[in-house]
C-alpha cells in the first residue's frame, strides 16, 4: 500500500496549485483521508480531511474559503485544490488514510488529527513566494 502526494511547487502569492493523493495497493473512495502541512519551526497542522462514507468535509480555520478538498474515484485521487495561496501556506504537504473505520477520523468539526490516520504518504513542497 503506499500513498503519493503530487502536484507542489512554486507559486507567487495569490496563486493556485492542485495537490494529488494517488493510492496503490488501497481504493480511497471508502477512506478518511485528511491533509497535512509542516513547515520549519512550526508543528505539523491538519489542513483538510473528507471522510470516508458520509460525506463529512472539513478545513482549518486558515485555509477556509481558499483550499477544497474532493474525490475522484475513477482516477482514485484525493485532491485539494488551493487558491489565493500565501506565503505563509509554504509547507511540505503530506496525505494520510486511515485504512480502517470509515467516519471516525474526519468529523464536521474537526480537527485534523495526525494519530487518527495510519498510513502516510510521501510529502510535496509548495512554496509560495514572489
Known amino acids: 500500500v503506499q500513498l503519493q502526494a503530487s502536484g507542489g511547487g512554486l507559486v507567487q502569492p495569490g496563486g493556485s496549485l492542485r495537490l494529488s493523493c494517488a493510492a496503490s495497493g488501497l481504493t480511497l473512495d471508502s477512506k478518511d483521508i485528511g491533509w497535512f502541512r509542516h513547515a520549519p519551526g512550526k508543528a505539523r497542522e491538519g489542513v483538510s480531511c473528507i471522510s470516508g462514507g458520509d460525506g463529512v468535509i472539513f478545513y482549518t480555520d486558515s485555509v477556509k474559503g481558499r483550499f477544497s478538498i474532493s474525490r475522484d474515484n475513477a482516477k482514485n485521487v484525493v485532491s485539494l485544490q488551493m487558491n489565493s495561496l500565501k506565503p505563509e501556506d509554504t509547507a511540505v504537504y503530506y496525505c494520510?488514510?486511515?485504512?480502517?473505520?470509515?467516519?471516525?477520523?474526519?468529523?464536521?468539526?474537526?480537527?485534523?488529527?495526525?494519530?487518527?490516520?495510519?498510513?502516510w504518504g510521501q510529502g510535496t513542497q509548495v512554496t509560495v513566494s514572489s
Open positions: 494520510a488514510a486511515r485504512l480502517t473505520e470509515a467516519n471516525y477520523a474526519c468529523r464536521p468539526t474537526g480537527p485534523v488529527v495526525p494519530g487518527r490516520y495510519d498510513h
